[in-house]
């Protein structure tokens, strides 16, 4: 069986500049691809029968907490608005649809702004708070080795109300088969990242791609990913005197430990310990740094100013996190009114992702 020849050449098509293809396809996830445990996506409801593009952007964007834009191109073009009870990913997909735009999603996937699609596609998959997007096909050629292969990137991001502390980088495939029904052979690996903000990228390799084929008529897979869904605030209206103070938070066990002030530097020292549940996933010790990133200790004065640690030692050995924090002297957390929070992420838990791609380009 003859594999593609390449001429020694990487090729690359971003999909977004494919010659012929002018549409967008969107796949949601069947019921039998929805996983317990995946958070359910934001839903909106709308009906602007007479709203420009610019208007139904601005709709979506305060339904859906994500800062949606457009280009000034498609701005004032009439997109009657008419949603009910539809997920925000689909809705925003089907509003580029309706108008021949696209999304650019930013760096940070906080952000998407609608501009012109041209003469190329957007082929996407949704499921739960994730939108999968593809983003470049290319083509690989060892001369040395005379192995040919077949890369496709895909861009995942997500409602930025999710933190996601640890994502694969190589998603399993359980299907890729071409327009020819010819089932490929997908590269498998085991490898994380660790996005700081809410998007991320995937990357599948695929081999025995054959010359005559022109699409990927299917491609699906999953990931996981390891998610919260909120940060937990815990409020201590009163310091530990004689002994600690602990309290149960949403499965959290916690326990203000002490308070001491350290006159010879200037310093009030705290000490806080709390436990996860038996269900937190499972972390190496070089990654702990990686999901403690959003936790906070911080004073509230009774005028509701915040004041915030001048030093801080926090870390984690399996479910159980110890922070202590220093803040100086000059404040008096013993007078009345005065209120120390606790801003965690929990509850934490792993959860897989599936998706499905039709008819990806090849080059």
């Known amino acids: 069986m003859n594999t593609r020849r390449w001429l020694g050449l990487v090729l690359l098509i971003v999909v977004s500049g494919w010659p012929g293809l002018f549409s967008t396809s969107v796949y949601p996830c069947r019921a039998d691809e929805v996983v317990s445990g995946l958070p359910p996506p934001t839903r909106v409801q709308h009906n602007l029968p007479t709203a420009t593009v610019r208007q139904a952007v601005t709709a979506l964007s305060q339904s859906g907490g994500v800062q949606l834009d457009t280009d000034p191109l498609l701005a004032e073009r009439p997109c009657p608005l008419s949603f009910h009870d539809v997920p925000f990913w689909q809705a925003i997909d089907q509003l580029a649809a309706r108008v021949q735009g696209r999304w650019l999603v930013s760096a940070d996937g906080r952000s998407l702004r609608l501009v012109p699609r041209g003469s190329g596609q957007t082929i996407a998959s949704l499921n739960g708070p994730f939108r999968l997007v593809v983003q470049a096909v290319t083509a690989r050629l060892v001369p040395e080795l005379a192995a040919s292969s077949c890369d496709i990137r895909l861009l995942v991001h997500w409602e930025p109300q999710y933190a996601i502390y640890r994502m694969d980088s190589v998603p399993r495939i359980t299907v890729a088969i071409d327009d020819r029904g010819q089932a490929l052979q997908a590269e498998t ?65 916690l326990t203000w430990k002490s308070m001491r002030k350290i006159e010879s530097l200037e310093l009030w020292e705290v000490e806080l310990e709390w436990l996860y549940p038996s269900s937190h996933p499972a972390f190496d010790s070089f990654e702990e740094s990686k999901w403690l990133r959003d936790v906070q200790l911080i004073w509230r004065m009774p005028d509701g100013k915040i004041v915030r640690p001048q030093g801080e030692d926090i870390y984690a050995s399996g479910r159980q996190v110890r922070a202590v924090c220093q803040f100086p002297t000059r404040i008096d957390p013993m007078q009345r009114g005065w209120a120390l929070i606790l801003v965690t992420p929990a509850p934490l838990r792993e959860v897989k992702v599936p998706f499905r791609l039709e008819n990806v380009p090849l080059p």
């Open 189 to 253: 690996g085991k490898s994380y990242q660790y996005p700081l903000a809410a998007s991320g990228e995937l990357m599948v390799r695929l081999h025995g791609v054959q010359r005559s084929a022109q699409r990927l008529a299917r491609l699906e897979g999953d990931f996981h990913a390891i998610i919260a869904e909120r940060l937990l605030n815990v409020v201590w209206n009163t310091p530990p005197q004689a002994k600690p103070v602990s309290q149960t938070v949403e499965m959290l066990q």
